[in-house]
């Protein structure tokens, strides 16, 4: 967890800097436990992979990464256009292969959850890489959704100054 939380900061602080604007309109959260949108504009889904089950897990997210390459979709484009995976260089304290699925900018309310995604674009993956890229996780991913508390590579934004009434001492 130390790992995935360091590395995001390093990535937002690598992030164009935007400017400020409206919010973004917030999205209902799913009743679905396993949907993977976001209800913020930043998420990070954490993923825990048994050893056996990395060559399958890799391979099924750069067929899902190919497919989205070529993918014309305006949603999924821009769903995608922020989203990185990362592996950490450290195993969880069970051995198993962390990967961190960064988005920022998220899009609210999209479905980050890639078997959905293989499913509907990656029309030559074998079956069974499917069946072995489900078996591969050792729990289900954790989801975080994110609200920018401060982007350290920007001065602050100083609170508007209030004017103090004048004080008027006895006998003045």
Do not use: C
Request: glycine share 4%.
């Amino acid at each position: 967890m130390t790992v995935a939380l360091t590395l995001f900061l390093v990535l937002a602080a690598q992030a164009v800097v935007p400017t400020p604007a409206a919010p973004a309109p917030v999205a209902a959260p799913s009743p679905d436990p396993a949907n993977s949108a976001f209800v913020t504009d930043a998420g990070l889904i954490l993923v825990a992979i048994k050893p056996a089950g990395v060559a399958d897990y890799e391979l099924t997210i750069q067929a899902l990464q190919g497919a989205l390459s070529k993918d014309t979709d305006a949603t999924r484009k821009a769903a995608t256009l922020h989203w990185r995976v990362f592996k950490a260089s450290a195993t969880d304290a069970k051995g198993n292969a962390l990967y961190v699925h960064v988005m920022l900018p998220a899009v609210p309310g999209f479905d980050y959850r890639p078997s959905l995604l293989v499913d509907a674009l990656v029309k030559d993956l074998e079956p069974e890489l499917l069946t072995r890229y489900q078996d591969a996780f050792a729990s289900p991913p954790s989801k975080l959704d994110l609200t920018e508390l401060a982007n350290m590579a920007v001065a602050p934004i100083p609170p508007p100054e209030t004017t103090k009434p004048e004080v008027k001492k006895p006998g003045r």
